[in-house]
T-cell receptor, first 123, second 113 residues
């Protein structure tokens, strides 16, 4: 079974500064996907960024980027130029690679989440 | 485009009562999921449906049942609610077009007294 660990329960950063959230995971799989989801006070789960394990290049999405270290099983999220709207709970998540083809069509795997990190951006 | 819709948004039950949480998606996704979120524990998978007509247990299935009514709808039922089931419940879906990205509903906050 896979496990995902976020060792920072809470983080804070000043507006316009950079912050890095940590995530480590444990798996025996070679092919998998990693995700960062954001959950603002509205409670809605919003995808921030997605990384495919077989890709060496770190994923980036505007101000968000990851540092993916496959050998170390580490997947940290860097938020640059932090904004007040970045205040949220951030979850790291793991999905084993694999398409499950059946009579209903192609379907996908299950997510294993970390415990979450509460990020507060101060003005 | 509504995405994933969950009803109700809030619910208070007494111990022993039953209820069904509804979930519907309009993205033509094959796979649907139910998670619960508890403080300090992230989201944990309760049940999932890889495709219409199939359901499987997740990490924490005890005390719950599910029904994949059709491709759009996936319901979660609590037959006899217990205080330990006080939580926030999320439904999610994904499919081929989504490239394994799961899209979530807004959640249901359930309190069992």
């Amino acid at each position: 079974a896979q496990t995902v660990t976020q060792s920072q329960p809470e983080m804070s950063v000043q507006e316009a500064e950079t912050v890095t959230l940590s995530c480590t995971y444990d798996t025996s799989e070679n092919n998998y996907y990693l995700f960062w989801y954001k959950q603002p006070p509205s409670r809605q789960m919003i995808l921030v960024i997605r990384q495919e394990a077989y890709k060496q290049q770190n994923a980036t999405e505007n101000r968000f980027s990851v540092n993916f270290q496959k050998a170390a099983k580490s997947f940290s999220l860097k938020i640059s130029d932090s904004q007040l709207g970045d205040t949220a709970m951030y979850f790291c998540a793991f999905m084993k690679h694999g398409l499950f083809a059946n009579a209903g069509g192609t379907s996908y795997g299950k997510l294993t989440f970390g415990q979450g990190t509460i990020l507060t951006v101060h003005p | 485009n509504a995405g994933v819709t969950q009803t109700p948004k809030f619910q208070v039950l007494k111990t022993g009562q039953s209820m069904t949480l509804q979930c519907a998606q309009d993205m033509n996704h094959n796979s649907m999921y139910w998670y619960r979120q508890d403080p300090g524990m992230g989201l944990r998978l309760i049940y999932y449906s890889a495709s219409e007509g199939t359901t499987d247990k997740g990490e924490v299935p005890n005390g719950y049942n599910v029904s994949r009514l059709n491709k759009r709808e996936f319901s979660l039922r609590l037959e006899s609610a217990a205080p330990s089931q006080t939580s926030v419940y999320f439904c999610a879906s994904t499919g081929a077009e989504a490239k394994n990205i799961q899209y979530f509903g807004a959640g249901t906050r359930l309190s069992v007294l």
